[in-house]
């Protein structure tokens, strides 16, 4: 598959951001604890459901999707941060900068699939791009 890196790459950044918004979810604190909790909890479902969409992807372009936290660790762009308390504008400006770059990764990866033809592929890509933007309103509106 030609491009097998760049989906591994968007792959282990899912995967990687998933954890991390576990982390944020578990650990926020302050007076908008309930908003920012409700709202990570969303979002580690849908990149879950991201994550699994792009490796269903590379299965029917019969390649091997990364697997395992040592190679997501390897390949991600996007960092763990410790386990600690997060007040609630922290978090969100933590996860305001890891949806960009979800959301520019996904749109590299839209455009190559468009570029290869892959039409279903690029629908995916397409649709996960529209909830970055979303996701990255709704943060910005909240900081203010």
Not at 9 to 16: D, H, Q, T
Not at 41 to 66: C, S
Not at 111 to 118: L, M, Q, R, Y
Request: a negative charge; charged letters at 25%; proline letters at 2%.
């Amino acid at each position: 598959m030609k491009l097998e890196k760049e989906f591994n790459e968007y792959l282990s950044n899912l995967a990687v951001m998933t954890f991390k918004l576990h982390n944020i979810h578990w650990n926020v604190e302050g007076m908008q604890f309930t908003a920012v909790h409700s709202f990570t909890e969303g979002m580690y479902e849908n990149t879950f459901e991201f994550l699994d969409a792009v490796a269903e992807l590379e299965k029917m372009y019969e390649t091997m999707p990364v697997s395992t936290v040592n190679e997501y660790l390897e390949l991600a762009t996007i960092k763990e941060v410790p386990a600690k308390k997060f007040t609630p504008v922290e978090s969100f400006e933590i996860l305001l900068g890891d949806v960009e770059i979800l959301r520019k990764q996904a749109t590299e990866l839209r455009n190559a699939c468009e570029a290869e033809g892959w039409f279903s592929s690029q629908a995916v890509f397409e649709e996960q791009i529209e909830y970055y933007n979303k996701q990255i309103w709704f943060i910005k509106a909240t900081l203010g």
